[in-house]
């Protein structure tokens, strides 16, 4: 059965940092696509970034660049997301995301594109 499991999540002031981890068991991930996502009250969930496992590519949503880091750890099967210099607007409930057919790099944005999703981890940013 596969889990992905978020932690990492907290409160911080306005131009803090945080690293998220997502740890998967029964999972193992090679040319696949891995994102995280984030729900803020009221809103749409939206893609933050996401690497492709297969080489290491990695894409941001331009509201992001410059600020967070997708990373992977293939020995322990886990994908971190440091989020630095972050903004009010930032939080949000923060969940991690893979697909198990491989990755369809055009739609990687989309919720639609990952059959795996962790049960999320809170990021709160004060002003």
Known sequence: R???VESGGGSVQAGGSLRLSCAASGYTYSS???GWFRQAPGKEREGVAVIYTGGGSTYYADSVKGRFTISQD???NTVY???NSLKPEDTAMYYCAAD???CNLPTRWLSSEY???GQGTQVT???
């Open 100 to 102: 198990s057919w491989g």
């Open 2 to 4: 596969v889990q992905l």
């Open 32 to 34: 696949n696509c891995m």
């Open 74 to 76: 293939n020995a322990k």
């Open 125 to 127: 940013v004060s002003s």
């Open 81 to 83: 997301l440091q989020m």
């Open 115 to 117: 059959n795996y999703w």
